[in-house]
């Protein structure tokens, strides 16, 4: 069972979805966004992507649909090899599914005890449990100060290399246990989910990929087409929001003689949306995101 799709109708809508285009899913995970696309869609193509394998097992059959088992940072040349550029819209949901996070061999989840992995596309050779037992010391405290925006990340960098040590720190347990004496009283959940999120980050090499992933979607769409994307921590939605605003990620924007800005997008809402208490209530997990709507000029 893969998670409940994060702003559904909100994203939906703001494609702008004309039944016979061409539309891009760059975060096929469960296939509730591609499910809600090809509904708006009467003789148009929907590409989907998903460097995990287990979101394969959920294709909708649909002629319609072409599921490519990548990362979406090889979107421009994927829809280039299936002579599709330029597509009409596309949508990105950064969440990790309920299935990788309900699934304790993944080991995305603090909850459960599992192997160290975090990896979603299970190919690569590095998992978490690789940079827990030999990243050197001061880049572990560098991982946990950008990705987990901890403030404490040399202590928990010490904690770690002392751990292993004795023993190779090789489950997700085995970490909660060596910092333990990390986390403050009372705020141990908002920690560990800290600690996970940059392994998880490092991991997966998730702020290159949006970065290329974000330049390409511009690359490929149509003049006014649509770029929709939901992120869920701030390191992600600055890079969203800055990458909108100015085209760029320091958000310096850049102007021509007469100073006019040079931007490739219009941003179409200048706040983001967010979830309603309703639907956090249905889905806790949806608590975080952030909806941004770009328009290619």
Do not use: C, W
């Not at 469960?30 to 090809?38: E, F, R, V």
């Not at 090789?170 to 989910?193: D, I, Q, R, S, V």
Request: glycine content about 6%; proline content about 3%; hydrophobic content about 40%.
């Amino acid at each position: 069972m893969f998670h409940k799709s994060v702003l559904l109708e909100e994203s939906i809508k703001a494609l702008v979805i004309q039944p016979g285009g061409t539309y891009v899913d760059a975060t096929y995970g469960g296939g509730g966004h591609s499910k809600a696309i090809l509904k708006e869609l009467k003789g148009g193509k929907l590409f989907a992507f998903d460097q995990d394998e287990d979101a394969l097992n959920n294709k909708i059959e649909d002629e319609r649909l072409i599921l490519i088992h990548n990362n979406f940072r090889y979107l421009r040349n994927f829809l280039k090899l299936y002579k599709t550029v330029p597509v009409d819209g596309i949508l990105a949901d950064l969440g990790i599914s309920s299935y990788q996070i309900d699934h304790p061999e993944r080991g995305f989840s603090t909850r459960f005890e599992g192997e160290l992995d975090m990896r979603m596309n299970r190919d690569k050779k590095i998992s978490a449990k690789e940079i827990v037992n030999q990243y050197p010391e001061d880049k572990l405290a560098s991982i946990f100060r950008e990705y987990g925006n901890l403030r404490n990340a040399t202590k928990i960098a010490r904690l770690i290399v002392t751990a292993r040590k004795t023993n190779p720190v090789n489950t997700t347990m085995e970490l909660k246990e060596a910092l333990t004496h990390a986390a403050e009283k009372g705020k141990e959940n908002k920690f560990f989910a800290q600690v996970f999120q940059a392994l998880r980050i490092e991991v997966n090499q998730e702020l290159e990929a949006l970065k290329e992933f974000l330049i390409q979607a511009t690359d490929v769409l149509k003049k006014g087409g649509r770029l929709v994307v939901i992120s869920y921590h701030s390191l992600e939605d600055k890079l969203v929001k800055d990458y909108f605003r100015s085209g760029n990620f320091d958000g310096n924007l850049q102007k021509d003689f007469y100073g006019n800005p040079i931007v490739p997008l219009s941003v179409i809402n200048r706040k983001s949306i967010v979830p309603d208490q309703k639907e956090i209530g249905m889905n806790s997990r949806a608590r975080s995101a952030r909806l941004r709507i770009a328009e290619k000029i």
